[in-house]
């Protein structure tokens, strides 16, 4: 599917200004985006994907029951002596209801541009589907920043980070946290605060070992990394591969944005310059202003419906306390008289009426 763009010249003059470094060789693929302005040939999307003016990579939008894919258009050589990376790239996610999450995303390694087309939204996030999940052939390997929680993929909570090799069971998960530098502490990391967040990936293929961080964008690199694994991908990552992200939405979407992202087979991924990553779009939160409303007007009826049971209860104790009339005083006529009666008869029982 052509990619979408909204408004910007699409040339490879343009690309270059934000596409730093582009080097692609045989068994080495190194770039750098710092924003997607005017970076139509290097990206293929599909889905809700599109590039906005300011080169801002939206992933999905609001819209229910939906998938994306972002890739590297050139796919990205690995071999059994090259199978090294390291790529970083900044994300944000705004959930669509206020402390009610829907899907994440996720960063992939796929032997195919064809996920559109035989994986399922939702749970799956555009990887998988209810039969290839698993299996070791799908040759998939992916970084989930996972939003939801699904108890049939083992999930810890609905805001971790998890490694995924072939399946959505993850071969290593941790609740989303990063270590401070400056403040020599680990702090956790709401991944749906609507704040840009950063992701390192550095994958060692001689040691066999990878190592995931993340962290706000103000932040350094951490130097502890919140999931350290010994991992071979030797069988994964396998001939030409490509590289992207995807993302899924179900009845209740998160707006998935990409904000910046680097990869380097040859050593570390370069820095991005947060400086020069585009701005996030303001939302207008509809649903919070909709749950005042729900909450005032469940308030009205739970008060009315108070009300209602008390005039209910009142009315049932007045007539069990009702005088009843005796059968005696049906035949000699009534010897018992209410107040109300006495006060009107006598005027108020005014003494001299006695």
Not at 2 to 8: D, H, M, S
Not at 173 to 182: E, K
Not at 192 to 212: A, F, M, N
Not at 250 to 263: C, M
Request: charged share 15%; with cysteine.
């Amino acid at each position: 599917m052509a990619i979408r763009t909204l408004g910007f010249p699409s040339t490879t003059i343009a690309c270059t200004i934000f596409l730093l470094i582009v080097i692609t060789a045989q068994e080495n693929t190194q770039f750098i985006f710092n924003g997607f302005k005017g970076c139509i040939n290097n990206l293929h999307v599909d889905g809700l994907a599109k590039i906005h003016k300011n080169g801002l990579l939206q992933l999905t939008d609001f819209t229910m029951l939906n998938t994306s894919h972002v890739f590297y258009k050139n796919p990205v050589a690995f071999g059994r002596n090259h199978l090294s990376f390291s790529t970083t790239f900044v994300f944000a996610m705004h959930p669509q209801i206020t402390n009610h999450s829907g899907h994440g995303i996720a960063f992939f390694i796929s032997r195919t541009m064809n996920l559109h087309n035989t994986a399922l939204g939702q749970s799956y996030p555009g990887l998988f589907n209810t039969s290839s999940n698993g299996l070791k052939s799908n040759h998939i390997f992916a970084l989930e920043l996972d939003t939801m929680q699904n108890i049939a993929f083992k999930d810890i909570d609905d805001n971790h980070v998890g490694i995924d090799v072939n399946s959505l069971v993850s071969v290593n998960s941790a609740l989303a946290s990063f270590y401070s530098n400056r403040e020599g502490e680990w702090k956790t990391l709401r991944l749906t605060s609507g704040k840009p967040v950063q992701v390192w990936i550095d994958y060692d293929g001689l040691e066999k070992r990878i190592d995931v961080a993340i962290g706000p964008i103000d932040e350094s690199k951490p130097s502890k990394s919140l999931l350290s694994e010994h991992l071979d991908l030797s069988t994964i990552l396998v001939d030409s591969m490509y590289i992207g992200f995807s993302s899924a939405t179900g009845l209740v979407s998160n707006y998935h944005s990409i904000l910046g992202w680097s990869w380097n087979q040859s050593g570390p991924a370069q820095y991005l310059d947060t400086s020069k990553l585009p701005s996030l779009p303001k939302f207008r939160n509809h649903w919070s202003r909709l749950n005042k409303v729900i909450v005032v007007v469940m308030v009205s009826v739970l008060s009315l419906v108070v009300l209602m049971i008390g005039g209910v209860s009142w009315i049932i104790r007045r007539k069990k306390y009702d005088e009843l009339e005796e059968p005696w005083e049906r035949i000699y006529a009534p010897h018992r008289y209410s107040y109300k009666d006495l006060f009107t008869r006598q005027r108020g029982l005014e003494t001299q009426s006695f």
